[in-house]
């Protein structure tokens, strides 16, 4: 069943140069129970996708197109009332990057656990919420006597189960997890994440995963969407990012964390910069960094087409993936596009 | 360490800060120029009489027996006489002191419950015409002198709608004598201080409302708030139970150092509404070089700072609870 269907959003941020194009023509579909993966590098537009759905944003922000259907519901149409009652934490909940402040320092995890079961569930007692909460720290490896505790009293990687007991509390059909781990020691990030993924499948909610890290998605999501510039370049099932990217930018992240790669270990990273998102102009967002980049793609703004299967790209060149694939394995082939990069910038500076 | 010890050792210097400030009082009345005799020149016609009135109150005295005696007399919680009323001066520095408690204590709920809701809301409304249009009100507000908010309150209230009397504070002038219970509760009191008190509040509310304002700016930036939001929280209930109940820490001290610094009194509202507190009658003892009511009065003004800068601390401890007692 499909849970959410973000069709031709376009989200906005006003500012004194124009609009910031931080959600550009974003298609996104998620299966119940599923959990999507949007990867991206910093400012591709992640944090404004996943928090459009629960309109989580800043007073600049603006829906300038397109619909986010959740489970039948128009989200875009609702009231701010409605959305608070139906939807926010009771059907899509969040855990923040640094659950260390996403907790009120003055108030103990336990009182603001048993607040937000007890505004949603009103016929819950104050005593089963408490109960509630004690079970699911039982569950994430806390001592449940810890819900007396303040935040401050929690380790990083305890506050980050305290904060997944409250995104699960009232069993939300969909998490955003906005980079969970990504706080945290190394060492305990996977623990972490598989902590999510239990709880996940034991309440059978779906997922949206947002990190740097395609290794990090390649395991854990069903789904990957990749987003580059405010828009998604390439999205399909995890093993298809992986094993077979059309998107010159998923073959560039792909290399970026060679661990995910097949054979070659050489670390290549993509040369330049993220792109200006004010007045971004026609034609793909990637091309000034794109090793494949022709002049079509300056010219025009590549559509989203579909490779089989969910498998939809946004790329000119997508058809020649087998040739781009090979190349984009090569480090001369980003080497080049180093000097291209450089050599645009020094002209830029004349 | 423990709460019991911190409390324990606050409680210490506490103690060690008031006898500095005695003696820091002491000495700065013995320097001045003057004494209770040198101002009424006419009431001592001959030198002998005077001579004999200065031995009377100890003044021929060396500094430091006096010292030793005036700290004594402290302890007995008795400041000496008066020498312009001939009265022990506790008999009448403390109901003073209490008319002034009564009135400062509700100019200053008033201020701080308005001044935090309000500055609370206008931090929220952040960027929004409400809040533009309050930081000016509050602005002008703080920038007025107090006795031109009195006289305007009296204007409107006393001369155009006749709604309250004009000055003192009810009774029959005799407000030294009568108890505590019958000097306060009733109507006639509480009609007396509606107008001073909401001078004062008027005057005291900009502190409290634009510090509550930048902080919850601060507050404001912490992703708990976004995360309360986020649960569906109603925007009543993510301002006041989170982002303002967080803000208003560093304002406890700032309340408690105000309340300290406005139980001395306000002389301008107090001379305004004609109200017997002890800013009035620390004016008015100074310039009668009546030294035991003056000290007392300056004494009870610092004791009061010293000791709500000790509330602040321990209130601090209950409040934050990340706060660690160090
Ligand atoms: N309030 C705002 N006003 C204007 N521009 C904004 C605002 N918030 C974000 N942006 C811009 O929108 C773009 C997308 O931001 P977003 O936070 O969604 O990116 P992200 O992919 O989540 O990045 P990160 O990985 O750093 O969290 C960025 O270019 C950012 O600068
Ligand atoms: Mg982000």
Known sequence: ?350 | MGLREYVIRRVFQLILTLWTLVTLLFILFRMVPGDPTSRFVMDYPSDAERQARIEELGLNEPLYIQYIEYMGQLLQGEFGDSAHYRQPVSEIIFPLFLNTIVLMFTALIIAYTVGILFGAAMGWFRGSRFERVGIIATLVARASPEFWIGIILVWIFVFQLGLFPRSGIGGYGGELTMNFVDRYINFDFLRHLILPALTGAIVYLATPALLMRNTMLEVLKADFVEIKQAEGLPERTVLYKHAARNSILPLVTVAAIATGAAMGGSVIIETVFNWPGVGREMVASVSRNDYPVAMAAFLLMGTSVIVMNFVADILYLYLDPRVKYE
């Not at chain 1, 009103?122 to 089963?128: D, F, I, P, Q």
């Not at chain 1, 390649?218 to 990012?241: F, L, M, N, P």
């Not at chain 1, 025009?300 to 939809?312: A, F, L, M, W």
């Open chain 1, 1 to 350: 069943m499909t849970l959410l269907t973000i069709d031709g959003l376009q989200m906005y941020y006003r500012s004194d140069d124009g609009y910031v194009r931080a959600a550009d023509d974003i298609n996104l579909e998620l299966e119940s129970g599923q959990t999507l993966g949007l990867v991206g590098e910093s400012g591709s537009g992640k944090t404004t996708i996943a928090r459009s759905i629960i309109r989580l944003l800043p007073d600049n922000a603006e829906v300038i197109d397109g619909s986010i259907d959740f489970d039948g519901t128009e989200v875009t149409d609702l009231s701010d009332r409605e959305l608070r009652k139906q939807i926010r934490w009771r059907e899509v909940s969040m855990i923040p990057q640094n659950a260390m402040n996403g907790f009120d320092p003055v108030y103990t995890v336990g009182q603001q656990i048993v607040q937000a079961i007890r505004y949603h569930e009103k016929e819950t007692s104050k005593r089963e919420a408490r109960d509630r909460a004690r079970d699911l720290f039982d569950e994430l490896g806390i001592e449940p006597d810890r819900i007396d505790d303040y935040p401050h009293q929690f380790s990083g990687g305890m506050a980050q189960r305290a904060m997944i007991a409250l995104a699960l509390c009232l069993e939300p059909r969909l998490i955003l997890a906005d980079e969970p781990t990504t706080a945290l020691d190394v060492v305990i990030q996977d623990r972490i994440l598989q902590t999510i993924k239990r709880m996940q499948a034991e309440i059978d909610s779906a997922m949206i995963l947002i990190t740097h890290d395609i290794s990090v998605v390649s395991e854990t999501a069903d789904r990957i969407a990749v987003c580059y510039g405010g828009r998604i370049v390439e999205q399909a099932d995890s093993a298809t990012i992986i094993k077979n990217p059309r998107h010159p930018y998923t073959l560039g992240l792909r290399n970026a964390f060679p661990d995910i790669g097949d054979e070659d270990d050489d670390l290549i990273s993509i040369p330049g910069t993220p792109p200006e998102l004010v007045d971004p102009g026609e034609g793909c967002r990637f091309a000034p960094r794109c090793p494949f980049a022709e002049e079509e793609c300056w010219e025009e703004t590549p559509k989203p087409e579909e490779y089989g299967d969910g498998h939809i790209v946004r790329c000119h060149r997508a058809d020649e993936a087998d040739l781009l694939r090979e190349q984009a394995t090569e480090k001369a082939t980003w080497d080049g596009m180093r000097d291209k990069v450089r050599q645009s910038i020094s002209r830029g500076e004349d």
